[in-house]
C-alpha cells in the first residue's frame, strides 16, 4: 500500500492583513501516502493553520489569493474544482478536525442531527439511516453510551468528548484525507494521549492519510510517520520522524528540538530556545526567513532563498532547504 | 419551578417600580386637573370642590394604593375630562393603534432582517457597504423630518397628492390602506436604520462562529449555513429585540405619529391625557404597559428555552 | 516594602494588559485609517466650531431679531429667507447648533457618567455567588426605567417640572444612563475576575481604589462610544419634545424650527424646514460615522469580521 | 372644526366647540334668529318669549308640546318621552349639584332665589327651589333675587340645554359620550378626532320661515337660502362635524375635499384671498365656495397682574404711579399693527378696551391714539419715572408652549426691545397645558398673561365684568384690576336693561380702564368660513353657534355634509 492519496505542488497563500499583502504560505508541495500520519510542524503563524485552510478551500476570495499548480486528492485535481464541487469533497473524501472542539459544534443543534447531516449531505442517507450509521460511528469511536450523547447538546459535553464526536462526524465517510489541526493542543495530556491513539487506528482501519498540524514535536514523535517542519511560509525540512529527530538538517528543525525538553542519562537537558522573533509575514527578510534568527546566516543566506534538496549524509526521503545544512549526526558517532 | 416563582417576584417588583415612579410624576407631579374643570368665575369653594372630586386631596400614599387595588381589579375608573369609562377608551384606541403600528413595525424588521442578511452574507463587498452606509444614513434622520418630508411629498398638492393629510376615518380595507400607507411608511423608514444595522451585527457576529467554519468544512452550502446555523443561533437577540420593542413601539412610537396625524389611537389618548392631566387614562396607560412588559419577559423567557439549549 | 512591590507588580499588569476593547495606542492610528470615520469626526468640528462662534458671540447674534417681512424668501441680507415674524432662518439655524452642543453635551456626558458610575458599582458588588443588594437595586432601576414608554415617560418629566428650562436634560438623562450602565456592569465583571484586578485584591487594596484608578479606565471605550451616541439620541429627543412643545424654553434650536415648520410647509414655506433638517441631518450623520468608527477603532476583532 | 370638544355634557359645555354640539344634541329655550343681525331672540323650546314682571325678577315661560327626547335605552323601553317644565328646572339645578362638576353654574351664580342655598343643603332634587319652578306640565317659573337683564341671553347657551334625569341615571359620567337630548339632531359617533349626527326624525316640525329668521335680502341672497323657504330643518340627514386642531392639516383636508366647511386658517388667508378689503375669495375657490369673514364674539387681550407689586399696585405712591408708567410705555410700545399683520394676515380689528366691535355697545369711532404704537412717547414715559435698562424690571410673559404663542412671545419681546427693553430681562413662562397655566394666573402667579375671552352674549356686561373687582382671582378679573369708581359704575350699570344711558356707563367704565393701563387690549380676530357653493347655508361661528347646522340645506341632492 502505496498510493498517494494527496499530493501539493506549488501552493501559496496570499493575504490581506492589517500591515499588507503578505504571503503566509509560499509555494509548498510535499504529498501525502493512504494510511500515513504527516505531521506539519512549525511556530504559531507560520501558515500551518492557512495551509489547512487553503486545502480544505476554506479561504475565502475577499480574504486572500490561494494559489497552486495542483492540489491532486486521488485523481480529482482541487485546484481546478469550483466551490461547489469542493463542497462534494469537504466532509466527505477530505474532511478536517479542528483546534477547539468547545466552539467547533453549532451550540444548538444536536450531536445527533449535526453527525446525521453530513451523513444525509454526502451518503444521501435518509434520517433513519444516518441516525442509526452516526450511532455505530460514536460507538466505533470508542463511546460507550452513544444513545444520550445522540441527544445531548456540545455544551454539556466534556472537550475530549466534543473532539471524538468531531473525529467520528469526520471520519463518517470514510476520507482519503483527514486534515487534524492542532486536535489535542486544546485538551489535557491523558484525553490528548487517548485522541492521538485514535488517530493512528484510524490511519490502519480505513487507510486515511492524516495530516496533523500541530506545533508539538512530543506529538509528532508519538504518532507521525514523517513530518514537515514549516517556517514563514516555507517547508525547510521534510523527513522521517527518526531521521529527523535523530539528525536535524536545518538549524531552526534543531532549534525546535532544542526547545522541547527531554529527560536522557544525562538528566534533565536545559531547554534552549530560538532568539530572536517570528518576523511578520508582511514584511519578510530576503533569502532565508531564518537567516535573522540563525547563528551560521551569512550574506548569501540574506539574499539567496534556499531550494529544498536532498540532505546529504541521510537517508533519501529526508529533504532540507539550508545553505549551511547542519553536518549529518550519524556521522559524528 | 423555582425561576418560575422568581420570575413572578421579579415581575411583581417591575410593576411596582413602573407604577410608582409613574405615579410620581403624572400623577403627584403632573398637571393639576382642577382649573381645566371649573368654569369661569369660579369661586375657591367651586375649585377646592373640584379637587375633592378628582382626590387631589387625598395624602399619597392613599392615592398610590388606590391606583395599585384599580389596576389589580382592573376597575380602571373613568377619564376626567371625557367621563368615558378608561376601559372603554382603551378598547376603542388600543386596535387602532395596532391596526396602525403593526404593518410598520412588522415590516420595518423582516426588511432590517433581510437587508441585515444580505449585508452580512455579502460581507465586505459593495453591497455590504452601501447597504450599512445608508443605514447610518437613515439612522441620522429625525422622525419628525421624515413624518413632514413624506406628508409633504404624499399628501399634498406639492407633492403627489395621494393620501388624506391626517386623520383616520376607517371603515373599510381600501380607506383603512389610504390612512395606514403615510404613516406606516414613516415608521418603517425610521426604524429600518437601525433595524438593518442591528441585525446584520448579530447575523455577523453568528456568521464569524467557530462552527460555522466546522459546517463550512463539511460540506455545507452558503444557504445551509445561513438558514440553518446563522439563523437559528440568532434567534435569541431577534427575539428579544422584536418582543421588547412591542410596547414601545405601540405607546411611543403611536405617541407621536398619532398626535402628528391626528388618530385617535392611545398614543394620542395617552399624550392628551398628560397634557390635559387626565389621571385615570395616565395611570391606566402606565400601569398596562408595565404589566405588558413583564408578560412579554415571560413569553421571551419561554421562546429562549425553545431555541437555545444552552439556557436550562 | 513588600506591598510596595506587589503594587508595581499589579499597575505592571495594567499596563501589560493587551485585552481587547481597552483604550490603547492602536485605536488613534486605526481611527486614522477609517475613511468614514474622519469625514465623521471632520463634520463633528466643523459643528463643535460653528456652536463656539455662537458661544462667543461671533455667530447667529440677530437669531431674534425680527427685521424681515413675513416668509421673505432667500436673499442676500437673509440667505435662507426669514420665518413668520421675519427673523432670519439662517441665522436662528446657525444659533441653533449651540442649543444643539449644549443639550447633547450636557445629556451625554451626565447620562454617560451616571451609567458608568452605576453599572460599575453594580459590576463590581454583583459579588458572585451572592447578589448584593447594590447590584439588584440598579438591575432593579433599569428595568423599570426601560419599561416606561420613553415619549411618555419623557413628557411626564418635562411635565412634572414645569418651565425649568433643564426639565427636559434631566428627562433625557433619567433614561439614557440605562444602557451604559448595562454595559458597563458587564464590562467590569469581565474585568474583575482578571488577574491585575485579583492581584490588586489580595494586596488588599480598597475597592473604590481599584474600581476607579484600575477597572473603570477599562470600560473607556465602552463610554466613548455610548457618549456618543447618547448625543445623537439627546438631539433627536429634542426635535420631538420642542414638537410636542416640552422643548426647549427660552431659545431657538432647530427643533422649534421644524415645529414651526409643521404649520409652515403645507402652506408652501419649506425654508424652516430645509434649513432645520439640513443642519439636523447632517450633525447626526457626523456623530454616527464616528461613533461607528470609534467602535470599530476600540474594537478591532468586531471591525475585522 | 378647529378643535375638540371633550365633553358633550351641556353643563359642561364650556368650549364653543362642545357648545356647537349641545345646542344640536339638545333643546335650549332660546336661540338667535338664524339670519337677523344685531342678534334678535327666537323662542326655540320655549313657546313664546318670557312674560317678565314689573320689577324685572319674575319671568314666566311656557315650553312647546308634545317635544320629544330622542329614543335611547336609558328610557323605559327605550322609548324617548316628552320634554316637560320639570326637566328644565332640573337641568338648571344640576348645575349647583358637585356630581355634575358644572362650568356654568357661574351664569346663575346668587341670581336665583334659593338655588345656591339649594347647593348648600346639598343638591336633593326632591327639594323645591323657590326661585325655580314648574308650575305646571309646561310652565316655568324663574324668580331672580336682582333684575338680571342678561337671564334670557344665557337661556339660549348648550349651559342650559335641556337633559332629562333618566339619562343623567343611566349613564353617569358617561353622559358626556352618550347625549340623550330633544335637539335636531342625535349622535352617531363620537370620539376626540370625529363626531357624526344624523337628523332627529322626531324633532318637531317647524317649518323654516326667511321672514321670522330675519333674512335681508340686500346681505343674504345668492346662499341659496331662498329655495329652503318652507322646508321643514333640519334639512340634513346626516352631518359629520371633524376636530382638526392643526390649521395646515385641516386647510389640506378642506382642499382635498374632504369638508364642505371650514375655518380657514390664517396661514392660508393669502392662498384665499383676492383682496383683503372687502374679503373677496380668489377666484379658482370662488367657484366651488362661499366666503364668509366675521368677527369672533370675544377678543384677545393681554393682562398685567394688578396684583403684582413688581407690575401692578404698590403700596408706595410714588412706586404705584412708576408701575403705571411702566405699564402704560409697555402698551405704547405694543405694536398692534404688527401683531395683526403678522398672526392675523391684517384682518383682525383693534380697539382700545375691552368693549369688542362685536358688542352692540362697541364705540366705532372711539380715537384710535389709545391703540396706536409712539415709542418715543414710551419712551419718555420710562425716562420721566426714571426707568432705565438697569432698573427695570425682569418680565415674566406667561403663555402655554405652542409653537404661536411662542412666536407671539418673541414678537412681544422685540417690540419692548425696540422701546430699550433690554431682552435678557423678558423672560418666558411656558405651561406645557392650558391647565397649569390657568392654575398659575388664577393663583396671581404669572406677571403678564395673555388670555383670550369668547363672549357668552352680546352684552359689553359679559366683557366688563373681567375687570370687575370682586371678580378678582379665581375669578375672570384675572388682571386683579380693582377700582373703586369702575365697580360702583359696574354695579349700577348690571340691572339695566340694554339702552343709551347703560351705554355710556360701559363706555365710561372703558375710558377708566385703558386711563389705568391694567391690560393691553386688544383685537378681535377675523374668521373667515368657507364652505362649499352646493350648500344651502350662512354660517356663524359667534351668538348663534351651532344653531345654523339645522338650517344648513344642499343646493343638490346629496347626502351628508362634513364640517
Known amino acids: 500500500m502505496n498510493k498517494t492519496a494527496l499530493s501539493v505542488r506549488n501552493l501559496s497563500v496570499t493575504l490581506q492583513t492589517g500591515m499588507g499583502l503578505a504571503r503566509v504560505v509560499d509555494s509548498i508541495s510535499f504529498s501525502l501516502q493512504e494510511g500515513e500520519i504527516l505531521g506539519l510542524v512549525g511556530e504559531s503563524g507560520c501558515g500551518k493553520s492557512i495551509t489547512a485552510a487553503a486545502l480544505m478551500g476554506l479561504i475565502p476570495s475577499s480574504a486572500g489569493i490561494v494559489k497552486s499548480d495542483q492540489i491532486m486528492l486521488g485523481d480529482k485535481n482541487l485546484a481546478r474544482l469550483s466551490e461547489a464541487g469542493m463542497r462534494r469533497i469537504r466532509g466527505n473524501e477530505m474532511s478536517m478536525v479542528f483546534q477547539d472542539p468547545l466552539t467547533a459544534l453549532d451550540p444548538v443543534f444536536s450531536i445527533g442531527s449535526q453527525l446525521s447531516m453530513v451523513l444525509r449531505r454526502h451518503r444521501g442517507e435518509n434520517r433513519r439511516q444516518a441516525r442509526r450509521s452516526s450511532i455505530e460511528m460514536l460507538e466505533r469511536a470508542g463511546m460507550a453510551d452513544s444513545q444520550r450523547i445522540m441527544q445531548s447538546y456540545p455544551h454539556q459535553l466534556s472537550g475530549g468528548m466534543r473532539q471524538r464526536v468531531l473525529i467520528a462526524m469526520a471520519m463518517a465517510s470514510r476520507p482519503r484525507v483527514l486534515i487534524a489541526d492542532e486536535p489535542s493542543s486544546s485538551l489535557d495530556v491523558s484525553t490528548q494521549a487517548r485522541i492521538l491513539e485514535q488517530f493512528g487506528e484510524l490511519g490502519q482501519r480505513f487507510g486515511t492519510a492524516i495530516l496533523l498540524i500541530t506545533h508539538d514535536l512530543g506529538v509528532v514523535a508519538q504518532v507521525c510517520d514523517r513530518a514537515l517542519i514549516m517556517y514563514c511560509g516555507r517547508i525547510v525540512e521534510e523527513a522521517p520522524v527518526k531521521s529527523l529527530y535523530s539528525s536535524p538538517a536545518h538549524p531552526y528543525t534543531a532549534g525546535l528540538l532544542a526547545a522541547v525538553p527531554r529527560i536522557n542519562s544525562a538528566g534533565v537537558q536545559r531547554v534552549r530556545a530560538i532568539p530572536g522573533l517570528v518576523p511578520h509575514p508582511a514584511d519578510l527578510p530576503d533569502g532565508c526567513h531564518f537567516a535573522g534568527r540563525c547563528a551560521s546566516a551569512d550574506t548569501q543566506c540574506r539574499t539567496l532563498v534556499p531550494g529544498i534538496q536532498a540532505a546529504d549524509g541521510r537517508n533519501s526521503t529526508h529533504l532540507q532547504a539550508c545553505h549551511h545544512p547542519l553536518p549529518s549526526a550519524s556521522h559524528e558517532d | ?312 | 516594602m513588600i506591598i510596595q512591590r506587589v503594587l508595581e507588580q499589579s499597575v505592571g499588569f495594567l499596563r501589560s494588559d493587551h485585552e481587547r476593547g481597552t483604550v490603547r495606542d492602536g485605536t488613534w492610528s486605526r481611527l486614522k485609517q477609517d475613511r468614514t470615520g474622519i469625514i465623521g469626526l471632520f463634520i463633528v468640528t466643523v459643528f463643535f466650531l460653528i456652536s463656539l462662534g455662537v458661544l462667543l458671540g461671533f455667530l447667529g447674534q440677530g437669531w431674534s431679531a425680527a427685521d424681515g417681512g413675513r416668509w421673505e424668501s432667500a436673499s442676500s441680507n437673509h440667505w435662507m429667507g426669514t420665518n413668520l415674524l421675519g427673523q432670519d432662518i439662517f441665522q436662528r439655524a446657525i444659533f441653533s447648533t449651540r442649543t444643539a452642543f449644549e443639550i447633547g453635551v450636557i445629556v451625554s456626558l451626565l447620562s454617560t457618567l451616571l451609567g458608568a458610575l452605576l453599572g460599575a458599582l453594580a459590576g463590581w458588588y454583583n459579588g458572585k455567588p451572592r447578589k448584593t443588594w447594590i447590584d439588584g437595586g440598579v438591575l432593579w432601576l433599569t428595568g423599570v426605567l426601560d419599561s416606561i414608554p420613553f415619549y411618555l415617560f419623557v413628557a411626564a418629566v418635562a411635565y412634572a417640572l414645569q418651565g425649568w428650562p433643564w426639565a427636559m436634560h434631566v428627562a433625557m438623562v433619567a433614561t439614557f444612563w440605562t444602557a451604559t450602565a448595562r454595559l458597563v456592569r458587564a464590562e467590569v465583571m469581565r474585568i474583575r475576575s482578571r488577574e491585575f484586578v485579583l492581584s490588586a485584591r489580595t494586596i488588599g487594596l480598597p475597592a473604590p481604589l481599584i474600581l476607579f484608578r484600575h477597572v473603570l479606565p477599562n470600560t473607556l471605550h465602552i463610554l466613548f462610544v455610548q457618549a456618543t451616541i447618547a448625543f445623537v439620541a439627546a438631539i433627536k429627543t429634542e426635535v420631538i419634545l420642542s414638537f410636542l412643545g416640552l422643548g426647549v424654553q427660552d431659545s431657538v434650536s432647530w427643533g422649534l424650527m421644524l415645529a414651526e415648520s409643521t404649520q409652515e410647509v403645507l402652506a408652501g414655506h419649506f425654508n424652516n424646514f430645509l434649513a432645520a433638517s439640513l443642519m439636523l441631518f447632517l450633525l447626526l450623520l457626523g456623530f454616527n460615522l464616528l461613533a461607528d468608527a470609534l467602535q470599530d477603532a476600540f474594537d478591532p476583532r468586531q471591525a475585522a469580521l | 372644526m378647529d378643535g375638540a370638544p371633550s365633553n358633550l355634557d351641556p353643563a359642561r359645555a364650556s368650549t364653543i366647540y362642545a357648545n356647537f354640539l349641545a345646542v344640536n344634541l339638545y333643546d335650549t329655550l332660546y336661540r338667535y334668529k338664524y339670519l337677523a343681525r344685531p342678534y334678535e331672540l327666537e323662542p326655540n323650546l320655549a313657546e313664546s318669549l318670557p312674560q317678565i314682571s314689573a320689577d324685572g325678577l319674575t319671568y314666566t315661560i311656557r315650553i312647546k308640546k308634545g317635544v320629544y327626547f330622542v329614543d335611547d335605552p336609558a328610557f323605559p323601553q327605550g322609548q324617548g318621552r316628552a320634554v316637560n317644565a320639570q326637566d328644565f328646572v332640573y337641568s338648571l339645578k344640576r348645575h349647583f349639584d358637585a356630581k355634575t362638576q358644572s362650568q356654568g353654574a357661574w351664569l346663575w351664580q346668587k341670581r336665583i332665589v334659593g338655588l345656591d342655598k339649594w347647593k348648600e343643603n346639598g343638591s336633593n332634587y326632591q327639594q323645591e327651589v323657590p326661585g325655580l319652578r314648574a308650575l305646571d306640565e309646561l310652565t316655568i317659573q324663574i324668580q331672580l333675587t336682582a333684575p338680571y337683564p342678561q337671564l334670557i341671553h344665557t337661556l339660549t347657551q348648550g349651559f342650559s340645554a335641556i337633559v332629562p334625569r333618566e339619562a343623567v341615571a343611566f349613564y353617569g359620567k358617561e353622559l358626556a359620550v352618550h347625549p340623550v337630548g330633544s335637539g335636531p339632531y342625535r349622535l352617531l359617533s363620537f370620539n376626540n378626532t370625529a363626531a357624526v349626527m344624523e337628523r332627529n326624525t322626531r324633532f318637531r316640525q317647524e317649518p323654516f320661515s326667511l321672514e321670522s329668521e330675519g333674512f335681508n335680502p340686500n346681505l343674504q341672497s345668492g346662499y341659496g337660502l331662498q329655495q329652503l323657504e318652507g322646508l321643514v330643518p333640519p334639512f340634513m340627514d346626516r352631518v359629520e362635524v371633524e376636530f382638526i386642531a392643526e390649521d395646515a392639516a385641516r386647510w389640506n383636508a378642506f382642499i382635498a375635499g374632504e369638508l364642505d366647511f371650514v375655518k380657514v386658517p390664517v396661514s392660508q388667508f393669502d392662498q384665499v384671498l383676492q383682496s383683503r378689503d372687502p374679503p373677496t375669495l380668489k377666484p379658482s375657490l370662488a367657484s366651488d365656495f362661499h366666503l364668509q369673514a366675521s368677527l369672533e364674539s370675544g377678543f384677545v387681550h393681554t393682562d398685567f397682574n394688578m396684583a403684582d407689586p413688581r407690575i401692578g399696585y404698590h403700596p408706595d405712591r410714588v412706586e404705584n404711579a412708576r408701575n403705571k408708567a411702566l405699564r402704560c410705555a409697555i402698551i405704547k410700545a405694543f405694536d398692534w399693527e404688527k401683531r395683526n399683520e403678522i398672526f392675523y394676515y391684517g384682518m383682525g380689528q383693534v380697539f382700545a378696551g375691552i368693549i369688542p366691535p362685536v358688542a352692540p355697545e362697541y364705540d366705532p369711532d372711539q380715537n384710535k391714539i389709545a391703540f396706536a404704537r409712539d415709542l418715543d412717547a414710551a419712551r419718555l414715559l420710562l425716562q420721566n419715572h426714571g426707568w432705565s435698562a438697569e432698573n427695570l424690571p425682569e418680565l415674566e410673559i406667561g403663555f402655554t408652549s405652542s409653537v404661536t404663542e411662542r412666536l407671539m412671545f418673541e414678537q412681544f419681546r422685540s417690540f419692548l426691545a425696540e422701546m430699550g427693553y433690554p431682552q435678557d430681562k423678558i423672560h418666558p413662562l411656558t405651561f406645557a397645558s392650558y391647565g397649569d397655566y390657568a392654575q398659575a394666573y388664577l393663583n396671581r402667579e404669572v406677571m403678564l398673561m395673555t388670555i383670550g375671552w369668547t363672549m357668552d352674549y352680546p352684552d359689553a356686561e359679559n366683557t366688563i365684568q373681567l375687570f370687575y373687582g370682586p371678580n378678582a382671582s379665581p375669578g375672570s378679573n384675572s388682571a386683579n384690576y380693582n377700582n373703586e369708581e369702575f365697580n360702583r359704575l359696574y354695579r349700577a350699570s348690571s340691572t339695566m336693561q340694554a339702552s343709551a344711558s347703560r351705554t355710556k356707563i360701559y363706555r365710561e367704565m372703558n375710558r377708566i380702564l385703558i386711563d389705568d393701563c391694567a391690560t393691553i387690549s386688544g383685537i378681535s380676530r377675523r374668521l373667515i368660513l368657507l364652505w362649499n357653493r352646493k350648500l344651502a347655508l350662512l354660517p356663524d361661528r359667534s351668538f348663534l353657534g351651532g344653531h345654523f347646522f339645522r338650517f344648513a340645506g344642499q343646493r343638490e341632492n346629496r347626502q351628508g355634509t362634513k364640517n
Not at chain 2, 422568581?6 to 417588583?13: A, C, D, R, S
Not at chain 2, 410620581?24 to 369661569?40: A, C, H, N, R, S
Not at chain 2, 371603515?171 to 441585525?199: E, K
Not at chain 2, 437559528?232 to 412591542?246: A, D, G, Q
Request: proline share 4%; charged share 10%.
Open chain 2, 1 to 312: 419551578m423555582r425561576s418560575i416563582v422568581q420570575q413572578l417576584i421579579h415581575g411583581l417588583l417591575l410593576i411596582l417600580g413602573v407604577t410608582l415612579i409613574s405615579f410620581l410624576l403624572m400623577v403627584w407631579f403632573g398637571p393639576d386637573q382642577t382649573y381645566t374643570l371649573i368654569g369661569k368665575n369660579a369661586t375657591a369653594a367651586q375649585i377646592a370642590e373640584v379637587r375633592h372630586q378628582l382626590g387631589y386631596d387625598q395624602p399619597f400614599v392613599r392615592r398610590y394604593v388606590d391606583y395599585l387595588t384599580g389596576l389589580a381589579t382592573l376597575d380602571l375608573g373613568a377619564s376626567n375630562s371625557s367621563g368615558e369609562q378608561v376601559t372603554s377608551i382603551l378598547k376603542r384606541t388600543l386596535p387602532i393603534s395596532l391596526a396602525l403600528m403593526l404593518p410598520g413595525f412588522i415590516i420595518g424588521n423582516l426588511l432590517g432582517m433581510a437587508l441585515g442578511l444580505l449585508a452580512a452574507f455579502r460581507r465586505g463587498t459593495w453591497s455590504d457597504r452601501l447597504i450599512t452606509g445608508l443605514s447610518v444614513t437613515g439612522m441620522s434622520i429625525s422622525f419628525l423630518i421624515i413624518i413632514i418630508a413624506l406628508q409633504v411629498l404624499l399628501s399634498t398638492p406639492y407633492g403627489l397628492n395621494l393620501f388624506p393629510v391626517r386623520g383616520w376615518q376607517v371603515d373599510s380595507i381600501s380607506s383603512y390602506l389610504t390612512y395606514v400607507t403615510v404613516p406606516t411608511l414613516s415608521l418603517i423608514l425610521v426604524t429600518l436604520g437601525y433595524n438593518t444595522r442591528f441585525y446584520r451585527a448579530i447575523f455577523v457576529e453568528e456568521s464569524s462562529r467557530e462552527h460555522i467554519v466546522t459546517a463550512r468544512a463539511f460540506g455545507a452550502s452558503p444557504a445551509t449555513l445561513m438558514w440553518r446555523h446563522v439563523l437559528k443561533n440568532s434567534l435569541v437577540p431577534i427575539t428579544t429585540r422584536f418582543m421588547f420593542s412591542i410596547p414601545l413601539v405601540v405607546i411611543s412610537g403611536s405617541l407621536l405619529i398619532e398626535t402628528y396625524f391626528g388618530i385617535p389611537g392611545i398614543g394620542k389618548v395617552s399624550f392628551d391625557a398628560i397634557t390635559s392631566g387626565d389621571q385615570p387614562v395616565l395611570k391606566a396607560v402606565v400601569g398596562l404597559t408595565a404589566v405588558l412588559f413583564v408578560l412579554i419577559q415571560f413569553v421571551a423567557d419561554f421562546i429562549y428555552r425553545a431555541v437555545d439549549p444552552r439556557i436550562a
